[in-house]
């Protein structure tokens, strides 16, 4: 018996270590090797990890991700201004304290990263009021600060938050848990963030995460994450969450993956992510691939992301084919798995326009065997998201 | 009388004269975790030592199952279609894969029987 597709994300390097491994391994986790790192695939099984954070709350070590911070090297810089250069995000108009989804775009539109920003206030452990805080994908971090020295202008300092460990609490009693250790983080609303003390710790939580569920993301010195990550699963809500339940969770979300479900090769049009460009700056323009972006706005991608719902139980994976009525490979299947929420196989794929209107038959090609997929809008699990005013 | 063999690729077959039960061991359905989907060869179909027989799908990747011997099938395990997660509960009984006829049973001289297979399984 052996593995005919396995996903582990290959580097030439022997992997590193993040400030928690002896944690995982000591928590029973599977250690593998993702983005350069050795991280938990699981603990107790990925099902029942899957299940226990749509229920109460899971504790995910995400250290591998990059944390940036930008800041002004001198009065007068606006660093809001040189990163909208290089984002299609509304940088300007995000109030302090506020977060927002983007991409670092390739001067054709191609993605380059997904991520996320943050306006920092005048209180937060970086020592950055009114900068920026950026998290981006572990497997392009380096790739992504090479590219942002490269292209914003000397005045506008990056640091790279390396001795930051990263930790997602998700799932719809996430906030109940840790409101009991910082009463205060119960008022952030989905997409803000603040800084808070949590056991003594100075850390920096968002409400946001990658699962679909209400919860936070926590930015901790490195040398503390072992004391915060024993607090946080000393609550009875909350278990340990490995890689293998995070891509199942962000799969039933309809949340896409970078390198996966997002390449150099998609633009946000395609990859049906329109609600990253901001109306001001669609209209104003300035941000790289800015006209091919706008054109296929108007007149339509010519493959577009869709979520699909498999027929049968065998799950259709990344990598399978996309056919035409004559058997033409025309798309591909970006991810794809079993959905323990939903009891089903369901996928991501790239789809001609023409065949990406919900209902749609899908015809698909793995290992020789024929699936039919229907096009289904996503999330496939409804986002419970803790959104203002709700 | 059943005498039970393992191969390399962590299958059992429990071989009772010419006829024997195949499926995966409790080490590899461990390894795999929760299998959500399993498909096993029809009646009549002729399967080959070391070539794919049936396949095996846990939530993260698709596996191969070999057959550890040449022979003809006589039976899949049709229970497997409705809850392949008879694979995780119960691997070396109730969630085996197919039975066979066997074509040589001289085939069965290079597998391992229990000790050695578990001598096996502790050094990796």
């Not at chain 1, 809001?80 to 983007?102: C, F, H, I, T, W």
């Not at chain 1, 994450?225 to 278990?239: F, G, I, T």
């Not at chain 1, 799969?251 to 090769?265: F, I, M, S, W």
């Amino acid at each position: 018996m052996t593995d005919t597709n396995p996903e582990a994300d290959i580097v030439e390097n022997a992997p590193e270590t993040l400030p928690l491994d002896a944690w995982h391994r000591a928590k029973g986790g599977r250690m593998v090797e993702f983005a350069g790192y050795h991280m938990p695939i699981q603990y107790e099984g990925i099902m029942a990890e899957h299940l226990w954070t749509r229920e109460n709350a899971g504790l995910f070590d995400v250290s591998h991700m990059g944390q940036l911070v930008f800041t002004a090297e001198e009065e007068g810089v606006d660093v809001a201004a040189a990163l909208e250069a290089l984002l299609p995000a509304d940088v300007k108009g995000l109030a302090a304290g506020r977060q927002r989804y983007s991409l670092l775009l390739a001067e054709n539109g191609g993605i380059l990263d997904d991520l996320m920003v943050t306006h920092l206030p005048e209180a937060s452990p970086f020592d950055a009021p009114g900068g920026y805080y950026m998290v981006v994908n572990g497997a392009t971090k380096w790739e992504d600060i090479g590219h942002l020295r490269e292209y914003l202008p000397d005045e506008v300092t990056l640091s790279h938050l390396y001795e930051q460990a990263l930790l997602a609490l998700q799932g719809p009693k996430a906030v109940a848990a840790l409101a009991r250790l910082a009463p205060g983080v119960a008022d952030l609303t989905f997409m803000t963030a603040g800084a808070f003390t949590i056991g003594g710790i100075d850390c920096w939580v968002s409400r946001s995460g990658y699962t679909g569920e209400d919860g936070v993301e926590i930015s901790v010195p490195a040398e503390d994450v072992e004391a915060l990550a024993n607090l946080l699963c000393e609550q009875p809500e909350v278990k340990p969450i490995g890689l293998g339940a995070r891509d199942s969770l962000r799969l039933e979300a309809g949340l896409p993956l970078y390198g996966h479900d997002l390449d150099e090769e998609t633009t946000p049009v395609a990859a049906d992510l329109g609600f990253a460009l901001s109306k001001r700056r669609r209209e104003e323009g300035g941000f790289p691939g800015h006209a091919r972006i706008m054109a296929e706005r108007e007149n339509g991608s010519i493959l577009k992301r869709v979520g699909l719902v498999v027929e049968g139980r065998q799950p259709v994976r990344e990598g399978a084919a996309v056919l035409d009525a004559e058997g033409n490979e025309v798309g591909r299947v970006t991810s794809g798995g079993h959905s323990p929420s939903t009891n089903q196989p369901i996928a991501m794929a790239y789809v001609p326009l023409a065949s990406a209107q919900a209902g749609a038959k899908i015809t698909l090609s793995q290992r020789g065997k024929i699936y039919t997929g229907t096009v289904t809008p996503m999330p496939f699990v409804p986002h419970r998201y803790h959104r203002k005013g709700a | 009388m059943t005498t039970l063999y393992f191969t390399q690729d962590h299958e059992w077959i429990a071989v009772d004269g010419t006829t024997a039960t195949v499926g995966i061991t409790d080490y590899a359905q461990s390894q795999l975790g929760d299998i959500v989907f399993a498909e096993v060869p029809a009646a009549g179909t002729r399967v080959e030592k070391g070539k794919e027989a049936a396949v095996v799908e846990s939530v993260k990747a698709a596996s191969d199952v070999y057959a550890p011997v040449t022979g003809e099938v006589i039976e899949g395990n049709g229970a497997l279609g409705d809850d392949p997660s008879l694979v995780n509960t119960a691997p070396e009984s109730d969630g085996w894969f197919f039975k066979l006829t066997l074509a040589d049973p001289s085939e069965l001289d290079g597998l391992m029987d229990e000790a050695g297979y578990k001598a096996f399984v502790d050094g990796l």
